[in-house]
């Protein structure tokens, strides 16, 4: 799975501007991002592309524009997504997704920080999954605290905890969208009864070394 | 699979007022749609959200915005990628994928067909997949025609031909991103064997009614 930093922070300290200069440092490290940005109040959208807006507005679900070099989409939601939901449905072919906001899910975190007074506390105080506080304002915090202008620390910092290489097969199972949690025996039980049951299918060679999805449909 | 029929004609012959009047049609039906509208120049974007924006512009592959209405992805593609490969990576949740040009893929296509001259043949004669014309203008071909006007004729022509129930249980296996092909007994015995080894974890009872994701992550 790939792995999930979220930059946290209350609003207007900076996040979108640090995100800015992290995004960089670490694609120069040879690393390929996702961004999500949460955006709880809804957004106004200029759409990409005249006719696909023309299909949204007529009532497609959704609208997608595809052409040799970028695509674009907008879709309804019928609720706020997680980001487990939107890494599963809409993200593939990267190292690392840093999302700009969801204090309230359950990935690590990093906090911008620049107290804007006094009584000003940084949310890590009440967040055991901050991992990391950039501030302009050292805090009594057990943390690792990085300067706000320096985001090539924070960088190597992110590229040592979480991008290190993964050593183990790793297999997930979800059902109706549901995560289900597998034991380590388990998990080598499913993985190699699989690739026992489909390596001599057609195409089926190079089953250790390539993604394999298996979805099984509802019954109707 | 999300079926997919694909609207094509040559340029200006008025294929998204089509489409315009078709989605309502569908939806009207009970239908949820996609569209994937094919731009192979390229597409000038006003991008969704400015902090998004700034996450894409800064190098992110992937810029999402997520809001509980609504959520907007930009990406990159290295390719020009195939009906196929958008509907696996980015389409779920509804009955029917229209697209809006396509015309080399092998999908049912329905043509909208308007001469602009005694010379100005329809695309559908030297492409049998074509399986529909609409048109203001007859033409001799051994083919279904509806008029450029009439789509809730079309809606009720798509919705008997590639929307009725899906009575057969299906599972889908991709290894590395391709289709792998399964024949009736594999289809039943991987789907029957799956589902008596994961039948008693925990959250899995109602495996017959919801779909079951399983994902092998490559061993490195």
Redesign the interface.
Known sequence: ?IPVVSIVGRSNRGK?TF???L??EL?QRGY????????????E?????K??Y????????????????????????D???TIDE?R???????DLI?T?GYKRESFPKIEVFRPQGPDDLPLCSLDDQVVAIVTDTPVSLPLPQFPLDDAAVVADFIAARFLK???N??????????N???NHF?SRF??A???S??GN????D???????????????
């Open positions: 799975m979108t995100i800015e200069k995004i960089p694609t390929r991002l996702a961004t999500i940005k949460h955006d709880v109040h809804g957004f959208i200029d759409h990409p592309g006719d696909s023309r299909h949204k507005a007529a009532g497609a679900t959704i609208s997608l524009i595809s052409s040799p070099a970028r695509l674009a989409l907008v879709s309804d939601s609720h706020d997504l939107l599963q449905r809409f993200i593939g072919g990267v840093l700009e290489p993964q050593s097969p790793t297999i997930r199972l979800t059902v109706g969208g549901r289900v949690p597998l388990l499913l993985r009864t699989l690739i049951m489909i299918l057609k195409w089926c190079q089953l250790e070394s390539e993604e394999i999805v298996i979805t099984v449909s509802p019954k109707l």
